[in-house]
């Protein structure tokens, strides 16, 4: 600390503050003190200041006068209001000259004088960790420097023999005008904020008190949202370099939209299957259509709130947006109540989210097959078959289409899911399509299956074609895939793939199928075009080599044809043309498409299998067990196998029970 009181003693000497003033134009005083804080290199505490002229805001930029403010460095104010202070500043400027420990460790005992209108306060706190105590010698050359002649010093001495950190009175405030501190109040244009600007007092001037400072505010026409606790902490600390935020006025708050809160599951992109004892996926309770009863409500609307106005720290109000409100959308088959908050089921059926509209479809009930006594059943809604739909009748629905008997060679088209309790036997002639759903079945054979989404059969998928948007999964305790093409844009997981009697299976994943379709379309289109161009050329040859050799001249008939075979040649050449760019384009797309897809067995891959992953063919030649086949780099990896996310939590409860 000796080292300190020798720097003080030399900056006093040196009279740093010589007096020097500037003359500043701004559109604040605390504006006019931080330009001329960096004119005369002080803290903005050490400053004196007088307003020559008393700048006005005007109306909307008219009439507008920045305040005339003659600023100058203050000959008496103590620049260090204690020694903590010095030594960390005298620490930046000079870092060789003084030895601080790491504050991080320890700190020195502190202290502080307050003069208040009650009482000059001496708040002592102990030093930590070893570092050195405050001095009654250092303390009394802060009294002496700030001219306090009437301190206790055995109330004094007594604090700082036993520090407390609390606030001592050692003496009785003597008013001096002269040496007080003052504030200045300024309110932001928008009037959502109160700056208070202090100037700090001199010797054994008194400080501002909380209550003097509100009152300030007040006279200031701020009476909203003072912040009295951040007042009292801003005071205690005695640091007045910036200026203290006393209040902030309270913004709007906009009210929130109205909104539909539906008491129906409307997302169906979700599935929850059911796995027993015996490892089956449950069929029987898939729970994927959504059927309601009469009177059932559908969807209640949470209405719009009203805004809550704001008011700025001189009381104006500030206007709030309330929010917009929303009407329930709903079709047929359901009522909305008389004041439109309740959205009900007027018949029996199952809802259907269309286009933003909550509706209830209808459901069609076959009771027994779809035969002859029925015919073909092309429905709006969604079909309910109680038994099966025998060979070459056509079931088309609007929504689901759920069979709980089986499929022959038939053809079923729903743009919803499509539920098969027994299964398919297609003798290769059956198609099931999903425009817009998934596909469910106990078994899959000799079958063509198409799915915007996922298809799912519990036993097995046998000598079919199936292509699904997203996954094709068989996790049965039979469940193989064996012969055929499967294509799936994402995933192919079963248990078993191929068989040990090596028979041909095409496993294909990481392109949609619907884009594979299209590029062989393209490519048999390419070849159609290719033939028929070719052909038309040879007759075209044979007739411009005959029109030659005969002087240019052929029979009318000749020449009509040869002039036709032009237009159909320049017609195929353009349409080739076209089909070969869109081709390259539809090949550049999917060699842009990243690296995903993958093909998964968790009993074994036989020989005979054969798997591409994008544009990457991998041969089986010899048998893998539990192994997953994925895209790295370009090259085919394998790597351990990894279960289908929806069968996660079922393979958890199955290992549980085999535990017990």
């Given at each position: 600390m000796g080292t300190l009181k020798e720097l003080l003693r030399g900056i006093e000497d040196e009279d740093e503050f010589?007096?020097?003033?500037?003359?500043?134009?701004?559109?604040?005083?605390?504006?006019?003190?931080?330009?001329?804080?960096?004119?005369?290199?002080?803290?903005?505490?050490?400053?004196?200041?007088?307003?020559?002229?008393?700048?006005?805001?005007?109306?909307?930029?008219?009439?507008?006068?920045?305040?005339?403010?003659?600023?100058?460095?203050?000959?008496?104010?103590?620049?260090?209001?204690?020694?903590?202070?010095?030594?960390?500043?005298?620490?930046?400027?000079?870092?060789?000259?003084?030895?601080?420990?790491?504050?991080?460790?320890?700190?020195?005992?502190?202290?502080?004088?307050?003069?208040?209108?009650?009482?000059?306060?001496?708040?002592?706190?102990?030093?930590?960790?070893?570092?050195?105590?405050?001095?009654?010698?250092?303390?009394?050359?802060?009294?002496?420097?700030?001219?306090?002649?009437?301190?206790?010093?055995?109330?004094?001495?007594?604090?700082?023999?036993?520090?407390?950190?609390?606030?001592?009175?050692?003496?009785?405030?003597?008013?001096?005008?002269?040496?007080?501190?003052?504030?200045?109040?300024?309110?932001?244009?928008?009037?959502?904020?109160?700056?208070?600007?202090f100037v700090p007092p001199r010797f054994f001037g008194r400080h501002m008190e909380s209550e003097e400072v509100i009152d300030s505010l007040k006279r200031a026409g701020v009476v909203v949202g003072i912040n009295e606790e951040r007042i009292g902490q801003y005071l205690d600390k005695m640091e007045y370099a910036h200026p203290l935020l006393a209040a902030e006025g309270q913004s709007p708050r906009?009210?929130?939209?109205?909104?539909?809160?539906?008491?129906?599951?409307?997302?169906?992109?979700?599935?929850?299957?059911?796995?027993?004892?015996?490892?089956?996926?449950?069929?029987?309770?898939?729970?994927?259509?959504?059927?309601?009863?009469?009177?059932?409500?559908?969807?209640?609307?949470?209405?719009?709130?009203?805004?809550?106005?704001?008011?700025?720290?001189?009381?104006?109000?500030?206007?709030?947006?309330?929010?917009?409100?929303?009407?329930?959308?709903?079709?047929?088959?359901?009522?909305?109540?008389?004041?439109?908050?309740?959205?009900?089921?007027?018949?029996?059926?199952?809802?259907?989210?269309?286009?933003?509209?909550?509706?209830?479809?209808?459901?069609?009930?076959?009771?027994?097959?779809?035969?002859?006594?029925?015919?073909?059943?092309?429905?709006?809604?969604?079909?309910?078959?109680?038994?099966?739909?025998?060979?070459?009748?056509?079931?088309?629905?609007?929504?689901n289409i759920e069979v709980k008997g089986s499929v022959q060679k038939a053809f079923l088209e729903a743009e919803g899911d499509i539920i098969i309790r027994q299964g398919i036997m297609g003798r290769e002639e059956a198609k099931i399509e999903s425009t817009g759903g998934s596909i469910f079945a106990n078994f899959v054979q000799s079958a063509n299956c198409y799915a915007e989404k996922d298809i799912i059969v519990s036993e097995g998928i046998l000598h079919s074609k199936a292509d699904a948007g997203n996954r094709i999964l068989c996790h049965g305790r039979r469940a193989r895939i064996v012969g055929g093409v499967i294509r799936a844009g994402e995933e192919v997981n079963a248990r078993i793939i191929g068989s040990d009697s090596f028979t041909r299976t095409e496993v294909r994943v990481g392109i949609n199928p619907k884009v594979l379709q299209q590029v062989s379309d393209l490519e048999a289109l390419k070849q159609q075009g290719g033939d028929d161009l070719e052909k038309i050329r040879k007759d075209f040859t044979t007739l411009t080599v005959l029109k030659n050799n005969s002087g240019g001249r052929l029979p009318q008939e000749k020449e009509d044809l040869l002039q036709k075979l032009i237009q159909q040649k320049q017609k195929l050449e353009t349409r080739h043309a076209e089909v070969n760019l869109e081709l390259e384009e539809l090949k550049a797309y999917l060699g842009m498409l990243e690296q995903k897809g993958k093909v998964c067995a968790e009993q074994t891959v036989f020989p005979g299998v054969e798997i591409y992953i994008k544009d990457r063919r991998y041969p089986v030649k010899d048998p893998y067990n539990y192994i997953k086949f994925t895209m790295e780099g370009g090259e085919i990896r394998l790597s351990e196998y990894e279960k289908p996310e929806m069968a996660e939590s079922i393979g958890k409860m199955t290992m549980l029970r085999r535990r017990r």
């Open positions: 010589s007096g020097e003033e500037v003359e500043v134009l701004a559109d604040s005083v605390r504006q006019a003190l931080e330009i001329a804080s960096g004119a005369l290199k002080l803290d903005v505490s050490a400053l004196d200041y007088d307003i020559l002229q008393k700048g006005t805001r005007g109306f909307m930029g008219m009439g507008r006068h920045p305040y005339r403010v003659l600023v100058r460095a203050s000959k008496t104010h103590d620049a260090y209001s204690d020694v903590d202070e010095i030594e960390r500043k005298l620490s930046k400027a000079s870092p060789s000259d003084l030895s601080i420990r790491d504050v991080v460790k320890f700190a020195d005992g502190s202290y502080k004088v307050r003069v208040t209108r009650s009482g000059i306060y001496l708040i002592v706190n102990p030093p930590s960790g070893g570092g050195q105590p405050a001095s009654l010698s250092d303390v009394s050359n802060r009294l002496f420097a700030m001219r306090i002649s009437n301190a206790d010093m055995k109330k004094v001495e007594k604090e700082i023999g036993k520090p407390s950190g609390k606030r001592v009175k050692v003496g009785e405030w003597m008013p001096n005008a002269e040496f007080d501190g003052s504030i200045s109040v300024e309110i932001t244009e928008d009037e959502m904020k109160a700056f208070v600007h906009h009210g929130k939209d109205a909104s539909v809160d539906y008491k129906v599951k409307i997302d169906k992109t979700s599935i929850n299957l059911a796995e027993d004892e015996r490892g089956q996926v449950d069929f029987k309770n898939l729970d994927i259509l959504e059927n309601v009863v009469v009177g059932q409500v559908l969807a209640v609307k949470i209405p719009a709130q009203d805004g809550i106005p704001g008011r700025t720290v001189t009381n104006r109000v500030l206007p709030a947006r309330s929010g917009k409100d929303l009407p329930v959308r709903y079709g047929k088959g359901t009522i909305l109540s008389e004041d439109g908050m309740e959205l009900t089921a007027e018949i029996n059926g199952q809802v259907v989210f269309q286009a933003g509209k909550i509706m209830v479809e209808p459901v069609f009930f076959v009771k027994g097959d779809v035969s002859f006594e029925t015919g073909n059943i092309v429905f709006l809604g969604s079909v309910v078959v109680g038994g099966s739909v025998q060979d070459n009748f056509v079931v088309k629905a609007a929504g």
